[in-house]
């Protein structure tokens, strides 16, 4: 099945605006963040916690993502443990596609929907850890169905 993932943005006319323009719409998009944040805080609040408790166990945690959302994933991960002196292994971020989707987009790699669970499984996933998915749109096959799989599996999600 073909997906369209992406959809018609409200600046197809960017290259008409003035760079004022430009920077106001920048500014007007990211002042909707912390109103969703703040709308999702609760839904949040008990990720987080589940999340603590389960790495507080000796679980780990995990982000798939495609394209941006998963270079996010990957730089926060490596992020950790010089930040908060944790091993290179409990907070992994993994990208559709592979490492080489890091630097160079991987086309199609976000539509495959049991990839995600195979790459998971490179690293032993299980019962103990924690999977969080990255997908600006909320519909990515491969951040779906490795969210679904890993469910299954008793993995948090």
């Not at 920048?26 to 916690?49: F, G, H, R, T």
């Not at 002196?85 to 907070?91: L, N, Q, R």
Request: with cysteine.
């Amino acid at each position: 099945m073909n997906r369209i993932t992406e959809q018609e943005s409200k600046y197809n006319d960017i290259d008409k605006m003035s760079v004022l323009e430009i920077l106001t719409n920048i500014n007007n998009e990211d002042k909707l963040v912390p109103l969703a944040v703040e709308k999702a805080l609760p839904q949040i609040e008990k990720l987080a916690s589940a999340v603590a408790e389960r790495m507080s166990k000796g679980g780990r945690l995990f982000y798939i993502g495609a394209g941006t959302s998963g270079r996010l994933g990957v730089v926060d991960a490596s992020e950790c443990p010089p930040t908060f002196g944790v091993s290179f292994d409990t907070v992994v971020g993994i990208i559709a596609g592979g490492d080489t989707a890091i630097r160079r987009a991987v086309e199609f790699a976000e539509d495959n929907a049991t990839q995600a669970w195979v790459d998971l499984q490179e690293y032993q996933i299980n019962e103990k850890d924690c999977l969080v998915g990255l997908a600006a749109s909320g519909t990515t096959p491969y951040v779906i169905g490795g969210l679904n799989t890993a469910r299954k599996h008793g993995v948090l999600t």
